[in-house]
């Protein structure tokens, strides 16, 4: 017996997703990418609106912030020329500004990953750029420094459940690696590139 042709499918072949797929696609979605927005459901239109609100100044505070920080700098000593400027460690002179372009995918990523921002930035700028290593290490501390507490802060501004103990123990580690990082091993990879280039 031949198959009959799907309900929903032409007769060039083309398939309308039905219904029950979609539903599967977002509850998939829902599942492994907003797994930390759950635990709010049966709540009343009114603290819903309330926590749609609470999301929205959560984002823009860290934003505000960094602006009100910026932008009186740059402005007030006409600092916008930088952008343009090559002076930046770079053996190939690429301009500044190519970093800001590079960082709105580092963002990106940062946010729907578990990767940080420096793990875009650094290879970007080491390899492609051609940026002195100690640059882009010393550029990649400060984005993880600013960014990272602006999401701790909208994650606690939010409420929103995270998993403390895991925190605390991730925190004890990397502590403890970023000092013996700094403290020993680039100590040996320093002695090792002198001894390797005389």
């Known amino acids: 017996m031949e198959d009959l042709p799907h309900e929903n499918s032409t007769s060039t072949g083309d398939v309308t997703p039905r219904p029950d797929d979609l539903t599967t696609q977002r509850s998939w979605c829902q599942r492994y990418f907003c797994l930390e927005q759950q635990g709010h459901e049966g709540l ?6 309330a926590l749609q609100r609470r999301k929205m100044i959560a984002l823009a505070i860290p934003a505000v912030v960094a602006w009100l920080c910026w932008w009186p700098w740059a402005v007030a000593g006409n600092q916008f020329h930088l952008f343009a400027e090559t002076d930046n460690g770079s053996g190939n002179n690429v301009p500044r500004y190519y970093l800001s372009i590079t960082m709105i995918f580092g963002s990106m990523i940062a946010g729907l990953t578990s990767e940080g921002g420096a793990a875009v930035a650094f290879p970007v700028m080491t390899l492609i750029f051609d940026i002195k290593p100690s640059v882009a290490r010393d550029f ?28 605390f123990y991730v925190t004890i580690a990397g502590v403890a690696g970023i000092i013996t990082s700094l403290r020993w091993v680039r100590n040996l990879f320093t002695q090792s590139a002198h001894t390797n280039h005389p």
């Open 44 to 49: 009343s239109e009114q603290k819903k609106t």
């Open 140 to 167: 990649g501390f400060m984005i993880q420094t600013v960014g990272m507490n602006a999401a701790a802060f909208s994650i606690i501004y939010q409420q929103i459940k995270v998993e403390w103990f895991s925190i």
